[in-house]
T-cell receptor, first 116, second 112 residues
Framework: AQKVTQAQTEISVVEKEDVTLDCVYE???????LFWYKQPPSGELVFLIR??????QNEISGRYSWNFQKSTSSFNFTITASQVVDSAVYFC?????????????FGSGTQLTVLP | NAGVTQTPKFRILKIGQSMTLQCTQD?????MYWYRQDPGMGLKLIYY???????DKGEVPNGYNVSRSTTEDFPLRLELAAPSQTSVYFC???????????FGQGTRLTVV
């Protein structure tokens, strides 16, 4: 069974600080995809990034970067020079390839608060 | 682009009442999902469908039913509403499980 753990329930930082959101996953499949979504206070869910299990290259998009390590089953998300607008709940998610396990499983989310 | 449309956006139900949450997508996506998000919590999968005529239970299916008669529509039915079903419900669709999910705006349901 697939599982996603986001151990950090809430994180609070001051603007311009860097912050890393942790995501640890469990899967028996060798082919799977990992995702990060953002849920701002307005409530909608916004897709941020997708990564497949065969691509361990880190990715950077502006102030956002992602570190995928299969050896530790982790897919961590770092925001550099955080801004107040980054305040949101961030969800990590996992989707497997195998047969009936076609579920998209979310972690419990990390509430990030960026203080001015 | 309409994307994923959920109706209604808000609803208050009395205990024991029934209702259907509507979800429609216009992207010809095969995969559709219903999630619930309790206050301060993550998303829990209720039901999902990988194509018309095919549905399957997720993590928390009790008290709900779904159908998928067309590719576009994936309604969620609550038969006997209970206070424990007070939540925000999200519908999502994907072209495959390896692509990003498109979410509706959510339905905030309160059962009193």
């Amino acid at each position: 069974a697939q599982k996603v753990t986001q151990a950090q329930t809430e994180i609070s930082v001051v603007e311009k600080e860097d912050v890393t959101l942790d995501c640890v996953y469990e899967t028996r499949d060798t082919t799977y995809y990992l995702f990060w979504y953002k849920q701002p206070p307005s409530g909608e869910l916004v897709f941020l990034i997708r990564r497949n299990s065969f691509d361990e290259q880190n990715e950077i998009s502006g102030r956002y970067s992602w570190n995928f390590q299969k050896s530790t089953s982790s897919f961590n998300f770092t925001i550099t020079a955080s801004q107040v607008v980054d305040s949101a709940v961030y969800f990590c998610a996992l989707s497997e390839e195998a047969g009936s396990a076609r579920q998209l499983t979310f972690g419990s989310g990390t509430q990030l608060t960026v203080l001015p | 682009n309409a994307g994923v449309t959920q109706t209604p956006k808000f609803r208050i139900l009395k205990i024991g009442q029934s209702m259907t949450l509507q979800c429609t997508q216009d992207m010809n996506h095969n995969y559709m999902y219903w999630y619930r998000q309790d206050p301060g919590m993550g998303l829990k999968l209720i039901y999902y469908s990988v194509g018309a005529g095919i549905t399957d239970k997720g993590e928390v299916p009790n008290g709900y039913n779904v159908s998928r008669s067309t590719t576009e529509d994936f309604p969620l039915r609550l038969e006997l509403a209970a206070p424990s079903q007070t939540s925000v419900y999200f519908c999502a669709s994907l072209i495959t499980q390896f692509k990003e999910a498109f979410f509706g705006q959510g339905t905030r349901l309160t059962v009193v």
